[in-house]
């Protein structure tokens, strides 16, 4: 089954109030999908997207000294994020860990399995893995289930103000 992507500006109603509200003026697109396909290895096998065309988001809470931070994390679908390493250095924190899925869809406004970093709070760091800067094609969640946005690392960078660091293990 082929997507059906269309300028993100025509399908606004297919994304999270927060993602809506913070996408203006980013060329990216967007295509429905089935929500019960929206975990990564699904969606991939389903639409015959390149699990290297395809970015996850998650959530990181890190702590020091009775403090939690929040951040986003990206990286490809091939490769897994070096949280307590990379992340935990770079975020300065003695612990950080994904945060729990009531918190990260409360804190967010978005749904668990579609969260995005764009939209996110501004205070919230957005790191990116430098593999997810180099593609031209990158397909990411839109914040909620039922749909996914596809855009180049470097706009998905611009978008956020994502830092570029090398994230993975």
Not at 24 to 41: M, N, S, W, Y
Not at 131 to 146: L, M, T
Request: negative net charge; hydrophobic residues 50%; glycine residues 8%.
């Amino acid at each position: 089954m082929s997507l059906d992507w269309m300028p993100v500006a025509d399908g606004l109603d297919l994304l999270a109030e927060p993602v809506a509200k913070a996408i203006t003026g980013v060329a990216a697109r967007v295509a429905p999908i089935d929500a019960e396909l929206a975990d990564t290895a699904a969606f991939c096998e389903r639409y015959g997207v390149a699990l290297a065309d395809s970015a996850n988001c998650v959530i990181v809470a890190a702590k020091r000294g009775g403090e939690t931070r929040y951040a986003a994390v990206m990286v490809l679908a091939t490769h897994r994020a070096d949280i307590n390493g990379v992340v935990r250095r770079h975020l300065g924190a003695k612990k950080a860990s994904f945060a729990p899925q009531p918190e990260a869809v409360a804190l967010t406004g978005m749904e668990y399995g579609g969260i995005t970093p764009i939209g996110l709070p501004e205070e919230w760091p957005v790191l990116v893995d430098r593999n997810v800067i180099d593609r031209s094609f990158v397909v990411i969640g839109s914040g909620v289930r039922r749909s996914k946005l596809a855009l180049s690392g470097k706009e998905l960078a611009e978008a956020t103000n994502a830092e570029i660091i090398a994230l993975t293990l």
